[in-house]
């Protein structure tokens, strides 16, 4: 089958209309609201509502027309030009003829109609069942379509609009509900992590958050025989452009022997495609993704469309498909779901739950095949993500009725006898609580299986000292109430994946930072136990301590020292600090890379931090650097292996490419992280900055394109582009491209990017002309007998405090010296 982009195949597309008797709804109500006549828009009549009042409760609210003008290009545009204004809590009522699935779309113009402004306009729209939209405010001036299938089991659907807030008003300007295929959600689908079957998809609500025709035109509600709207994918572009194309077919597709049909999605779906060039590119491993933002606390359906509208024969295509960092299909053959047939649409369905969403972005990738021999190709027709629950989500109780004044009454009677039963417990027990907890405050770490080795006092005002310690201790929770002032709002001094983090005091005054786990946190006691157990053992000048920990009533709580000027983030961009100079920024730097390089190199087997970052870099009051947040944290791989097969995790904008394409992680994965790092120390903005053009919205891209072309300068924050050395900077820069290498390979050790940074500072300090690079290199001093025996400790964990004194001590010295005993200034 051979593709063409003539543009008249693609109008020939779109312009066929789609022929609605393939299915007939059995309920099928369209309403214009606030409208005096009904309105047309292509073979849809809309009824006025004011013939629909009936239905209407209560009567008295308000038809308006608005002032403002929509886009002519609108879809439906004359459905924008009234609206039904609601003061009060109003409902329209719908008479249910075929239970079962219903599209619900409501239609949204906030504007000004007449004497009413609604462009703030804020309110909840909800049925009798479920809540559609919760605390809604569509964005002034912007015609919108929020749709929703809803599963409808009674004779009537109330349709209520409230407004929210003092002064609000609540309107829409127009409605459908209408009835849709028993078959076109099935009731289970496949859960991505751990992978097994999802049951009861269809009593569920979904909500339309996404629907997009990959590689092919913008699809409107006439050309759809469920009256849908399906983007363009330019609207979310692949985030690696260069590996995607679009391919159009212009021969017949094939509804039987794939299960989907054309209610599933229309021709132009199934034919058009976003292909993948991996096969014209230099490494034939990349992906093929696109990122949509998403909200992160929620659960989505995801159905992927298929066609082989690219393949000459049935199996020749196999590639792989991803969300976020799971493979869920590995080595696809759509043939395999076609009795062999080309040109047969497939959909496959999936759930992503809300505790395996990563952060607000959700990632499709489509990549590869593994297997020996098959050519990398992929397709992705179409793509559907519908949230499950939607916005609101919560069931709603009919005002008055018994269960809603059970609902009522069970907690005021349940709180009398718990405040009776309180009472008379806090009588008995106080004593003994308040003895529990001034005597008891610390004991011997012990979570879940881990033992301590710990030797320490214990004290009874809530402090220790530990005389010898791979681990660290639990605290009661009732003194981080006390040290935080019962967690105090005022006392926040971050936000993490884990949570929050509250400035305290011990009661020795003893200054911390206590890290709450929140628990709707995507990171929870994985990520919890890997700090403990990472940091009670770890001991480095630039590495965050851990003073302790509490696993009390649930809760998941690290204590740290406290840094006193924050995250070197924070020092860089988005507060009103004052800017570092470029040598205290190099210096931070300095003191990040050894704290780095002794997580790889100072164990028997390298620990890789995974999520290197700006934000994770503290500085003390000294502006000293020390890495924290080791959550995600990775024990490298045995000697004989060469990596860590491991689901991707990091944050977005320091990931490696390569671990995001192969899901193998390496030390090497740091070292690119950590030359993002460097990027955003010269340039003092986001690594990721969406509100830039293109070409500058990702850090790493930008810094490249302008380090290859020599002109590294023209990026450098302002504040300090006069008061740096050009041979400074120009090492500065070769140490970034080193670690920013596309492949892990080709980067340099922490080790390496240590010697480089030290030595941009020896050429920042220098006076001009008295060093050059190869004198540098070959003016090797005599090392000291700490540092000839710094490998002998490097590999083994500390056991007590004369050892960890030495490693400590060891992380003052100066790495040129250790490494230019080690590079040959040929080698450079």
């Not at 990122?291 to 992927?304: C, E």
């Not at 011990?506 to 911390?512: G, P």
């Amino acid at each position: 089958m051979k593709g063409t982009g003539v543009s008249c195949i693609i109008f020939m597309l779109v312009s066929i209309r789609c022929i609605h008797c393939a299915f007939t709804p059995a309920d099928n109500y369209l309403i214009d609201c606030g409208s005096l006549t009904d309105t047309t828009i292509y073979d849809r009549i809309f009824v006025s509502d004011v013939s629909f009042s009936s239905t209407l409760t209560p009567s008295s609210n308000n038809l308006a027309n608005t002032s403002g003008s929509v886009p002519p290009s609108t879809y439906g545009a004359a459905l924008y030009q009234n609206a039904r204004v609601f003061t009060v809590p109003s409902s329209y009522s719908f008479q249910i003829t075929a239970h079962g699935r219903h599209f619900v779309r409501l239609y949204f113009f906030p504007s000004v109609y007449g004497s009413f402004d609604l462009t703030s306009s804020t309110f909840t729209v909800s049925t009798q069942d479920v809540v559609l939209l919760d605390h809604f405010q569509p964005q002034a001036n912007s015609a919108a379509v929020e749709e929703f299938l809803v599963n409808i089991n009674s004779n009537t659907l109330a349709l209520t609009f409230a407004p929210t807030g003092n002064n609000s008003l609540a309107f829409v300007n127009a409605i459908e509900v209408v009835s849709v295929p028993e078959t076109l959600i099935a009731d289970t689908a496949t859960v991505v992590d751990p992978p097994r079957s999802y049951q009861g998809l269809s009593d569920q609500l979904l909500e339309k958050i996404y629907r997009v025709n990959m590689g092919g035109p913008q699809i409107f509600p006439n050309n759809d025989t469920l009256w849908r709207t399906w983007d363009t994918d330019q609207k979310s572009p692949p985030f690696n452009n260069s590996l995607s194309a679009p391919f159009i077919f212009s021969g017949r597709i094939n509804y039987n022997g794939g299960g989907a049909t054309q209610e599933t999605a229309p021709d132009t779906v199934y034919a058009t495609a976003a292909r993948l060039l991996a096969s014209n590119t230099s490494n034939a491993r990349f992906n093929m993704s696109w990122r949509f933002p998403v909200d992160a606390n929620s659960s989505y359906l995801i159905r992927f469309h298929f066609c082989d509208i690219v393949s000459d024969a049935a199996g020749d295509l196999l590639f792989n498909v991803y969300i976020n960092s799971w493979l869920v299909a590995p080595n696809l053959d759509l043939s395999s779901y076609t009795d062999r047939q080309l040109a047969t649409p497939v959909y496959r369905d999936y759930v992503l739950e809300a505790s395996d969403a990563s952060g607000t972005q959700l990632n499709i990738s489509i990549g590869p095949s593994d297997i020996n021999g098959v050519l990398p190709d992929g397709i992705l027709n179409g793509l559907e993500i519908m949230r499950i629950g939607s916005g609101g989500g919560s069931p709603v109780t009919p005002p008055g009725s018994k269960k809603n004044l059970a609902i009522i009454l069970a907690p005021v009677l349940g709180a009398v006898v718990v405040a009776i039963v309180a009472v008379a417990l806090c009588v008995v027990l106080r004593k003994r609580k308040l003895k529990e907890q001034y005597s008891k405050s610390w004991v011997p770490f012990s979570i879940n299986g881990f033992t301590s080795h710990s030797a320490g006092s214990q004290t009874s005002n809530g402090t220790a000292v530990t005389l010898n310690g791979n681990f660290g201790y639990r605290l009661s929770f009732a003194i981080l109430q006390e040290a935080t002032n019962n967690f105090d709002e005022n006392r926040v001094i971050g936000v993490g994946g884990f949570g929050k983090v509250y400035k305290g005091a011990l009661r020795d005054d003893t200054k911390v930072a206590v890290k709450r786990g929140n628990p709707k946190s995507q990171q929870g006691i994985n990520e919890f136990h890997t700090e403990i157990e990472l940091l009670s053992r770890l001991r480095h000048r630039h590495l965050v301590s851990l003073i302790g920990y509490c696993d009390e009533k649930n809760e998941m709580i690290l204590v740290y020292e406290y840094m006193e000027k924050g995250s070197l983030k924070s020092h860089l961009y988005g507060s009103d600090m004052p800017a570092l100079s470029w040598q205290q920024r190099l210096e931070i730097c300095i003191g990040s890379a050894r704290g780095l390089h002794y997580l790889h190199t100072g164990q028997a087997k390298a620990i890789i931090h995974r999520d290197v970052k700006s934000a994770n870099i503290l500085l003390d009051e000294n502006l000293l650097a020390k890495v924290a947040d080791f959550g995600l944290s990775k024990t490298g791989p045995e000697l004989d292996q060469t990596h860590v097969s491991t689901a991707v995790k990091g944050s977005f904008g320091y990931l490696d490419p390569e671990y995001f394409r192969r899901q193998q992680l390496t030390e090497k994965s740091d070292v690119y992280s950590f030359g993002v790092v460097l990027l955003e120390v010269l340039c003092a903005r986001p690594v990721i900055d969406p509100t830039l053009p293109r070409e500058m919205v990702n850090l790493a891209e930008m810094g490249m394109k302008w380090q290859r072309r020599g002109e590294l300068e023209r990026i450098v924050d302002s504040r300090i582009a006069g008061s740096i050395r050009p041979e400074s900077l120009k090492k500065f820069g070769e140490t970034i491209e080193k670690c920013l290498a596309d492949s892990g390979v080709e980067r340099p050790s922490m080790g390496d990017v240590l010697w480089n940074l030290e030595y941009a500072l020896q050429l920042h300090d220098a006076d001009a002309g008295t060093i050059s690079e190869v004198n540098s290199i070959n003016q090797i001093t005599e090392l000291s007998p700490r540092v000839q025996n710094f490998s002998a400790y490097e590999n083994a964990p500390p056991a007590g405090e004369a050892e960890t004194s030495l490693l400590n001590d060891l992380s003052d010295v100066s790495m040129s010296k250790v490494f230019s005993q080690l590079i040959k200034s040929e080698g450079r």
